[in-house]
C-alpha cells in the first residue's frame, strides 16, 4: 500500500497503478499473504470504479 501512495503523489497516472493495486489484490485477497495460490497471477482489467478507505 505504501507504494500505491508514493506512487500516486509522484504523479503516477491510474494506468500506471493498475499493476501494482492488482498484485496487492493478489497477495491480500487471493494468496492470503502467502499461505495458499503460489504464482497465481491476477490482471486488473475492465474495472470502473475502485475505492480504498485508509
Known sequence: MKQIL???????????LHPIVAEAITES????????????????MHVQVIEFLF
Open 29 to 44: 485477497y487471493f494468496r492470503e499473504l502467502g499461505t495458499r495460490a503460489d504464482g497465481l497471477r491476477s490482471d486488473f
Open 6 to 16: 508514493e506512487l500516486q503523489e509522484a504523479g503516477s497516472t491510474e494506468e500506471d
